[in-house]
């Protein structure tokens, strides 16, 4: 399944968890009414979403590789300092070891 960048597929019917957090509270603890407007207005707005574009699927793969490359650098650049890190670590046990 290819979904055009930038979208998401969500659920036709929206779980207790989904309705839970956009009430900011358990979604059991609201009365019954006020949970069958919330279940309609998810409805609704699925009703209301507009289709997605068509999309390139060669031009979606090159932007997930753009967003994965960044990411990849993230980590490259988070291991280097965490091996530096570890490396001035296990220096000064030495140091302290020859001491």
């Known amino acids: 399944m290819n979904i055009p960048f930038g979208w998401t597929l969500v659920p036709n019917t929206p779980t207790e968890r989904?309705?839970?957090?956009f009430a900011?509270?358990?979604?059991a603890s609201i009365p019954r009414?006020?949970?069958?407007?919330?279940?309609?207005?998810?409805?609704?707005m699925l009703a209301a979403s507009p289709s997605p574009p068509m999309s390139d699927p060669l031009e979606d793969?090159?932007?997930?590789?753009?967003?994965?490359?960044?990411e990849n650098k993230k980590l490259r650049t988070s291991l280097n300092h965490y091996r530096n890190q570890v490396q001035k670590f296990n220096r000064g046990l030495h140091d302290?070891?020859?001491?």
Request: glycine share 2%; no cysteine.
């Open 18 to 21: 989904m309705l839970s957090e």
């Open 24 to 27: 900011g509270r358990a979604f």
């Open 33 to 44: 009414p006020k949970q069958e407007l919330e279940r309609e207005a998810y409805a609704d």
């Open 61 to 70: 793969i090159r932007r997930e590789l753009s967003a994965l490359k960044r």
């Open 96 to 99: 302290e070891s020859q001491s």
